[in-house]
C-alpha cells in the first residue's frame, strides 16, 4: 500500500483486535469519551511530544508551548494530541544524561510509530532531548517539526552578570581556590539559573537548538528566542500551524535530513563555538539517517571555519543577545559562501530562500563578520596520534592558547572514584606542568560518557593561582565549560584503547596545530602494558535491564554513542561534502 492510500488521522496504525473496522469503531467511541466529535476525528491528528517534568526545570515552559502549539494546530484545521515521552533533565540524572538520551530516542520513536499521528511536534531543550527526539524522528520516517523551549535569561550578582553554566563553572572554581566563601557562593548559586529555559550560554542545548535550525527541522528563528519570551508562544503557534501542513506535504525529515544539510549544521557548530556534546550527538542523528559523520573531513572543515559569535564559553555574550543580534540568520548571512543552500527546510522552501526572507540586518556585536572572526578557525578540532588512533577531539576555542602546544608528565585517574577519592589531596604529586589523565569514563567504562572530562584544577594547584591545565579523559564535558582539555579519546580505556596503557609520570605530547596526542613510550614496553591489562570489572547492575543493552550494543564517541542496532544497515552517504 502506499503512502497517498494509507489510512491517515485515527484510522493510521489501527491496534490489532482481528477486525479493522471494530478496531476504529473502539478507537473512536474511546476517543469521544474525551469530548471530542466526530467532526474532530476526522481532522489530521498532529501528535506533541511533551517532556514536561517536574525533574527537568528547563522545561518549566513546556505546558505554555503546548498549548500555543494546539492553538496553531487547530487554527490550521488538525487535531491537536500531546503525548508524555521521557524528560531528561540534565542536572538530575545518575550517572549521566547521556546514558539514557538513547532510551528516549526509543521511546519517542515506538511513542510516534504506535500512535495515530500524521505529523508530530518535538517539543525539547535540554541537552539530550533534542537529539534524542531527533534521532527518534530520522529513525520513524513521520512528517516532524522541532520546537525547543528557549535558553533562560541571565541573573547578576554584585553588579555581576552571570549565566548558567559557564558562570557556575568559574564561580565555583573561584570558591576552590578560596577566592569566594561559604555565603557568596550560595548566593552566586541563587543568581545563576534566574528564569525558567535552558542555559543561556552556547552549551550543549544552545547549540543543539542552532544546529537544529540549520539542519532544517525547525521553523526560521526558533533557536535563540528566550524561554520567557513571548515570541516564543507566537513562534510554538506557528510550529503548529505548520505541522498540519507537513502532514498534507508529507514532507518527512529524509527530505530534510540530506548529507548537505548535516554539513551545514556542522559548520555552524564550528561557526558558534558550540559545544562538543554537538558533534557527538548530530553523528547520532546523521547515523539515524544512514550518514556517516567523516571526522577528518570536519576537521578540514574546521580549518576553513572560523568562530563568529562571541558568546561564552568562547567569548563574552549570552543567547539572548543573540536574539537581540537577529538569531541564527545573522549568522547564516555571514557563513552563507560556505553553506548548501539548496536544502529544504520544514517551511518547504531552502535555506537560501528562508535567508533571503530573513529581516535585513542591523548594528549589533554579537557576531562577527565573515573576515573579522573572533578566532581564524573553528572551535572544535579532531586529534589523532598514538594515544587517540580513532580520534580525540578538543575545543580549541575555550582553551588557553600557551597550552594548545604543550607537553607534560601524566598524572593519572583510574576512574571517576579514584578521581574523587585524590584530586584534592594536599599530598598528590602534582604540578602545574603536568597532565591530568581521567580513564574509564567513557561510554562503556563510566557506563554512559559523563562530563566529567572538565577534571577540576586541583585544589592546591587552584589556591596557588593556577586557572588551566591539559587534561585528557574519554569522557565528555559540558559545553559550558572551558580549558584545555581532551576528549571523546577513541577507543575508551574500558575496551583496552591507549588510555588505559598510560602510566603515571609517562610523557604526554598535545599539538593542536599537527592535530596530535601521543604518548611518548617506545612501542615494546607498550605491547608489555597491553599484554598485563585486563579490563575493568562490570558494573554494578550490569547483567540486566537496560544498562545491559547500553553496554553490550552502545558504540564509541565517534560513531555517536547510539545503539548498533538503532541504525541502518546500509550507509548512503557521508557528511561533511
Given at each position: 500500500m502506499s503512502d497517498e492510500d494509507r489510512p491517515g488521522g485515527m484510522g493510521r496504525g489501527l491496534t490489532h483486535y482481528g477486525d479493522a473496522g471494530f478496531s476504529l469503531f473502539l478507537r473512536k467511541s474511546f476517543a469521544k469519551s474525551m469530548g471530542l466529535s466526530d467532526r474532530d476525528l476526522a481532522r489530521p491528528v498532529i501528535g506533541i511530544a511533551n517532556t514536561a517534568s517536574g525533574f527537568n526545570n528547563c522545561h518549566r515552559t513546556v505546558p505554555d508551548l503546548i498549548a500555543a502549539v494546539k492553538r496553531g494546530v487547530m487554527y490550521a484545521g488538525g487535531l491537536p494530541v500531546d503525548f508524555p515521552t521521557m524528560s531528561l533533565g540534565e542536572p538530575y540524572l545518575t550517572p549521566t544524561s547521556m546514558l539514557y538520551r538513547n532510551l528516549m530516542a526509543v521511546d519517542t520513536e515506538e511513542m510516534i510509530r504506535a500512535q495515530p499521528m500524521d505529523a508530530v511536534v518535538l517539543v525539547g531543550g535540554c541537552d539530550k532531548t533534542v537529539p534524542a527526539q531527533l534521532m527518534a524522528a530520522a529513525s520513524a520516517g513521520l512528517p516532524a517539526i522541532?520546537?525547543?523551549?528557549?535558553?533562560?535569561?541571565?541573573?547578576?550578582?554584585?553588579?555581576?552578570?552571570?549565566?548558567?553554566?559557564?558562570?557556575?563553572?568559574?564561580?565555583?572554581?573561584?570558591?576552590?581556590?578560596?577566592?569566594?566563601d561559604e555565603d557568596e557562593i550560595d548566593e552566586v548559586g541563587g543568581e545563576l539559573?534566574?528564569?525558567?529555559?535552558?542555559?543561556?550560554?552556547?552549551?550543549?542545548?544552545?547549540?543543539?537548538?542552532?544546529?537544529?535550525?540549520?539542519?532544517?527541522?525547525?521553523?526560521?528563528?526558533?533557536?535563540?528566542?528566550?524561554?520567557?519570551?513571548?515570541?516564543?508562544?507566537?513562534?510554538?503557534?506557528?510550529?503548529?500551524?505548520?505541522?498540519?501542513?507537513?502532514?498534507?506535504?508529507?514532507?518527512?525529515?529524509?527530505?530534510?535530513?540530506?548529507?548537505?544539510?548535516?554539513?551545514?549544521?556542522?559548520?555552524?557548530?564550528?561557526?558558534?563555538?558550540?559545544?562538543?556534546?554537538?558533534?557527538?550527538?548530530?553523528?547520532?542523528?546523521?547515523?539515524?539517517?544512514?550518514?556517516?559523520?567523516?571526522?577528518?573531513?570536519?576537521?578540514?572543515?574546521?580549518?576553513?571555519?572560523?568562530?563568529?559569535?562571541?558568546?561564552?564559553?568562547?567569548?563574552?555574550?549570552?543567547?539572548?543577545?543573540?536574539?537581540?543580534?537577529?538569531?541564527?540568520?545573522?549568522?547564516?548571512?555571514?557563513?552563507?559562501?560556505?553553506?548548501?543552500?539548496?536544502?529544504?527546510?520544514?517551511?518547504?522552501?531552502?535555506?537560501?530562500?528562508?535567508?533571503?526572507?530573513?529581516?535585513?540586518?542591523?548594528?549589533?556585536?554579537?557576531?562577527?563578520?565573515?573576515?573579522?572572526?573572533?578566532?581564524?578557525?573553528?572551535?572544535?578540532?579532531?586529534?589523532?596520534?598514538?594515544?587517540?588512533?580513532?580520534?580525540?577531539?578538543?575545543?580549541?576555542?575555550?582553551?588557553?592558547?600557551?597550552?594548545?602546544?604543550?607537553?607534560?608528565?601524566?598524572?593519572?585517574?583510574?576512574?571517576?572514584?579514584?578521581?574523587?577519592?585524590?584530586?584534592?589531596?594536599?599530598?598528590?604529586?602534582?604540578?602545574?606542568?603536568?597532565?591530568?589523565?581521567?580513564?574509564?569514563?567513557?561510554?562503556?567504562?563510566?557506563?554512559?560518557?559523563?562530563?566529567s572530562g572538565y577534571i577540576p584544577i586541583p585544589r592546591k594547584l587552584a589556591r596557588s593561582g593556577v586557572k588551566d591545565m591539559v587534561r585528557i579523559s574519554d569522557a565528555r564535558m559540558s559545553g559550558t565549560a572551558f580549558g584545555a582539555i581532551v576528549l571523546h579519546v577513541c577507543p575508551e580505556a574500558a575496551i583496552g584503547g591507549p588510555l588505559a596503557l598510560v602510566r603515571g609520570g609517562d610523557r604526554i605530547r598535545l599539538d593542536v596545530a599537527a592535530r596530535r596526542l601521543d604518548l611518548l613510550v617506545d612501542d615494546r614496553e607498550l605491547a608489555r602494558r597491553r599484554q598485563a591489562w585486563s579490563p575493568p570489572p562490570p558494573h554494578p547492575g550490569a547483567e540486566r535491564g537496560y544498562l545491559k543493552l547500553h553496554l553490550d550494543h552502545v558504540e564509541q564517541a565517534d560513531l555517536g554513542c547510539d545503539l548498533d542496532f538503532l541504525k541502518p544497515a546500509r550507509t548512503i552517504g557521508s557528511t561533511p561534502v
Open positions: 522541532v520546537l525547543v523551549t528557549g535558553p533562560m535569561m541571565t541573573g547578576s550578582w554584585r553588579g555581576e552578570r552571570l549565566g548558567a553554566c559557564t558562570d557556575c563553572r568559574r564561580q565555583w572554581a573561584r570558591y576552590r581556590a578560596g577566592e569566594l539559573s534566574t528564569t525558567a529555559g535552558t542555559c543561556m550560554v552556547m552549551g550543549t542545548a544552545s547549540t543543539m537548538a542552532l544546529m537544529g535550525e540549520a539542519l532544517g527541522m525547525m521553523l526560521p528563528g526558533g533557536a535563540a528566542i528566550p524561554a520567557v519570551h513571548a515570541d516564543r508562544l507566537r513562534l510554538a503557534e506557528r510550529t503548529g500551524r505548520r505541522a498540519v501542513a507537513l502532514a498534507a506535504e508529507r514532507l518527512t525529515p529524509d527530505r530534510i535530513m540530506t548529507p548537505a544539510a548535516f554539513t551545514n549544521a556542522l559548520r555552524v557548530l564550528l561557526a558558534c563555538g558550540g559545544s562538543t556534546n554537538g558533534l557527538v550527538h548530530m553523528t547520532a542523528v546523521a547515523g539515524r539517517m544512514g550518514i556517516r559523520v567523516d571526522l577528518a573531513a570536519f576537521d578540514r572543515m574546521s580549518r576553513e571555519t572560523p568562530v563568529l559569535v562571541d558568546l561564552k564559553p568562547s567569548g563574552a555574550h549570552y543567547m539572548e543577545d543573540l536574539h537581540k543580534a537577529g538569531g541564527l540568520a545573522t549568522m547564516l548571512r555571514e557563513l552563507r559562501p560556505l553553506l548548501a543552500l539548496d536544502c529544504l527546510t520544514v517551511t518547504g522552501r531552502t535555506l537560501g530562500a528562508e535567508l533571503d526572507a530573513a529581516p535585513a540586518p542591523w548594528p549589533q556585536e554579537v557576531v562577527r563578520p565573515l573576515d573579522r572572526p573572533l578566532t581564524a578557525e573553528g572551535g572544535i578540532a579532531v586529534l589523532g596520534g598514538n594515544l587517540a588512533p580513532d580520534s580525540a577531539i578538543i575545543k580549541q576555542a575555550a582553551a588557553s592558547p600557551a597550552l594548545l602546544s604543550h607537553e607534560g608528565r601524566a598524572v593519572v585517574f583510574d576512574s571517576l572514584a579514584d578521581m574523587a577519592e585524590r584530586i584534592d589531596d594536599p599530598a598528590l604529586d602534582v604540578a602545574a606542568e603536568d597532565v591530568l589523565v581521567l580513564r574509564n569514563a567513557g561510554p562503556k567504562g563510566a557506563p554512559g560518557m559523563p562530563e
